[in-house]
């Protein structure tokens, strides 16, 4: 009977293998995903953001239409004591708006910001990206904390979800250098993110294959210590992949050993155990 | 007993999801959102897609963008039982499986199940080319999806097709370990009386061994 088991693990161990081979990522992945998402979008996508603009929009008109009507009612004031309207008299001439000075709270009005679909006002204080990470404002601090350029900005400043899905485009698309790029600027502008956490697999992946093990080890070492469940599997390979590439070979081995112990049926689990067999 | 569960349990220490907040705002209809969810969960959705039905079966497509859908449906019940990602797999293997089973209801007995080449079996035990003989197994547990009981079915696929551990299959389908590991013995010994039905099976699943 235990000989009939292991026969079957083995053939299950096959099939396994199989299964692999049968779910590659082909070259118009994105595309279908992009479609994917299209229709998600029709079906589930609300506009949770645009409802609290409109509103912020409407107040900040509503004050700059009060500013100008105490501005108007004060210029009245001030010129009634030399002409009294009289009865029948011309109408009076308006009053001219241009010295008024703008409200400060009129600024955030200008077409640009809004424009922009998914951006707040600037001096709106509603979480503005996915996964509670907060866009940044375009203000000189923002553009401080942001050492380089930005890639692909379409408008003023790219959220966090759109720096990963233009990363993952690239990655998908192959460039390595651009989805480098951005996910580094994801990193650095919105590191407590969702999409932080979930790009650090990726950018490790591509940083080993661009030769840089060292700054690899640091993204999967760092996805090991925030991220739960079956990508610290993936973690913990590229971890020990970096460690091979550096030359650390105890370290290697305790990372490969971790992923045999804690993710035995993972798709890396079967190289781990060779490489681990095969290590001095 | 009471170790397994708690060395279940002590497998996966206490960690945050890294898609657990991200899940909570696409639920919420929030586009940009579901837009960064679908980029990270939609290459699973179709890897998930491809192991269940085959890369070349012609509704992949179909089936991960049905997976998507159900899993929107199904994002607001997820009270975090288990990672994201794994909840996302999970559905995305019923919904293939539903598949499958639409199929096999359809042409029970005809051109699928004969159209399995059981020579690529044998002959790729013999040696002759591995690949194909791991392809055609796989293509076994596929037809096995077909015809087991659903739940015997969904951890089948769960361990065996998409590579979670036992505790991982329990926390994902809300049942206890032991039951996970009850249902998978009973697809075994189905999988192994199918397999030993045809003497080639049973003889490639001889020299296999």
Redesign the interface.
């Known amino acids: 009977m235990t000989?009939?088991?292991?026969?079957?693990d083995?053939?299950?161990q096959?099939?396994?293998?199989?299964?692999e081979?049968?779910?590659?990522?082909?070259a118009g992945?994105d595309k279908?995903?992009e479609?994917?998402?299209r229709?998600?979008?029709r079906?589930?996508?609300?506009?949770?953001?645009r409802p609290a603009l409109r509103r912020q929009v409407a107040l900040l008109a509503a004050c700059g239409l009060l500013m100008a009507g105490a501005a108007f009612a004060a210029l009245k004031w001030a010129d009634s004591p030399q002409e009294p309207p009289g009865r029948g008299g011309p109408a009076p001439v308006p009053p001219k708006v241009a010295p008024v000075a703008p409200s400060p709270a009129a600024v955030p009005m200008d077409p640009p910001a809004l424009a922009e679909p998914?951006a707040p006002a600037p001096s709106v204080a509603a979480p503005a990206?996915?996964?509670?990470a907060p866009r940044p404002a375009p203000s000189s601090k923002a553009s401080a904390e942001t050492p380089g350029p930005l890639l692909h900005a379409p408008g003023p400043l790219l959220?966090?979800?759109?720096l990963?899905?233009a990363a993952?485009r690239a990655r998908v698309a192959g460039d390595a250098t651009k989805a480098v790029a951005l996910s580094e600027q994801l990193l650095k502008q919105f590191p407590s993110s969702?999409?932080a956490?979930?790009t650090r697999l990726s950018l490790g992946m591509l940083l080993l294959q661009q030769g840089q093990p060292a700054r690899a080890l640091a993204q999967f070492e760092a996805y090991e210590r925030?991220?739960?469940?079956?990508?610290r599997a993936e973690a913990l390979w590229g971890k020990a992949q970096a460690l091979q590439r550096l030359g650390r070979a105890e370290e290697e081995r305790a990372a490969l050993r971790e992923l045999i112990e804690?993710?035995?049926?993972?798709?890396y689990t079967g190289a781990a155990k060779k490489r681990l067999a095969a290590l001095p | 007993l009471l170790r397994l569960v708690r060395g279940a349990a002590r497998q996966e220490p206490e960690r945050p999801d890294a898609l657990a907040a991200l899940a909570r705002s696409a639920a919420a209809g929030d586009r940009a959102a579901i837009r960064t969810f679908l980029v990270t969960v939609g290459p699973h959705l179709l890897r998930v897609a491809r192991r269940v039905l085959g890369a070349q079966h012609p509704e992949v497509d179909d089936v991960a963008q049905e997976s998507a859908f159900a899993v929107m449906e199904a994002l607001p019940d997820h009270r975090g039982e288990c990672a994201v990602l794994t909840f996302v797999c999970r559905i995305a293997a019923l919904t293939a499986m539903q598949v499958l089973r639409r199929e096999a209801t359809q042409k029970r007995a005809a051109l699928r199940h004969d159209a399995f080449d059981f020579e690529q079996l044998a002959g790729g035990v013999r040696g002759a080319d591995d690949e194909l003989a791991a392809r055609a197994s796989a293509e076994l547990v596929r037809q096995m999806l077909d015809t087991l009981p659903l739940e015997q079915a969904e951890v089948l696929a769960l361990h065996c097709v998409l590579g979670f551990s036992v505790p991982e299959v329990a926390e994902a389908s809300g049942v206890p370990f032991e039951t996970v590991r009850s249902r998978l013995r009973l697809a075994k010994q189905a999988l192994r009386a199918r397999v030993l039905a045809d003497p080639r099976l049973a003889a490639a699943m001889e020299e296999s061994s």
Not at chain 1, 43 to 49: A, E, L, Q, T
Not at chain 1, 159 to 162: D, G, S, Y
């Open positions: 000989a009939d088991n292991d026969a079957m083995k053939f299950l096959r099939a396994t293998r199989g299964f081979a049968d779910s590659p990522v082909l992945d279908r995903i479609r994917i998402e229709a998600v979008q079906r589930y996508g609300k506009d949770v953001r998914v990206t996915s996964g509670g959220t966090a979800a759109e990963f899905a993952s969702a999409e956490t979930a925030t991220a739960a469940g079956q990508g804690k993710y035995p049926q993972a798709a």
